[in-house]
């Protein structure tokens, strides 16, 4: 599943920093790339390290978005990944392997924390695909549009239920991974030093974005 709140939260702190001009483009590009949950389209297609770089984006307000996606995505692992080392480390025993289940379960936390701050559905209406970066259908770009739509109208107001309605409609294989995963936030929503972590994950993700990309 995508946690694209916690996407949009960060993007719209950093697009001064972009020098964005359309909103509507930028925005667009910040969904973009988990679209390929949907698409199917390979990741390294959508999440590629050279998104990062100002000789993709350029002028392109699109791209920026896109940009500032995968930005993200490199910052925030990094950060989760260092402040839940001894958690991470644990589950993954668990696992014989690395754990998505308790990855996902942490980034849906935070998107339920940055909920609380920041209102997602005043950004929906800007958010519809009239052309494909990388060859997909138009319908199931915007298939994924409305998944996030019914995700995310009620955005000030999420609950853990909401995330498995979500996970269920992005795959409908996941029913019986949706319901472990949820149980695992529950579960984790009971640690107060968890939830104290996670109140503090936005804030530090900025500080090393300002350190290790800031353009």
């Not at 949907?38 to 896109?66: A, C, L, M, P, Q």
Request: with cysteine; proline share 1%.
């Amino acid at each position: 599943m995508s946690c694209e709140l916690s996407h949009m939260r960060f993007s719209s702190a950093i697009k001064n920093d972009l020098k964005v001009v359309d909103n509507n483009k930028y925005f667009q590009g910040v969904t973009y790339p988990d679209s390929r949950v949907v698409t199917k389209v390979i990741r390294n297609f959508t999440h590629n390290i050279k998104y990062t770089k100002t000789e993709f984006f350029e002028s392109d307000d699109f791209k920026k978005g896109w940009a500032s996606h995968v930005i993200y995505d490199i910052v925030h692992n990094n950060v989760m990944e260092e402040m839940f080392y001894e958690l991470f480390k644990k589950e993954d025993s668990i696992n014989n392997g690395y754990s998505s289940t308790i990855r996902l379960a942490i980034k849906i936390l935070h998107d339920l924390e940055d909920a609380k701050k920041f209102d997602f559905s005043q950004y929906l209406p800007l958010i519809n695909y009239d052309f494909s970066p990388q060859g997909e259908s138009i319908n199931m770009l915007n298939r994924y549009n409305d998944i996030l739509y019914e995700s995310y109208k009620n955005s000030m107001n999420l609950t853990v239920e909401d995330y498995k309605k979500s996970l269920k409609k992005f795959d409908n294989k996941r029913n019986e991974s949706a319901d472990i995963i949820v149980k695992k936030v529950i579960d984790l929503q009971k640690s107060k030093d968890i939830q104290d972590k996670i109140e503090n994950i936005y804030k530090i993700s900025l500080e090393v974005y300002k350190k290790d990309f800031l353009l």
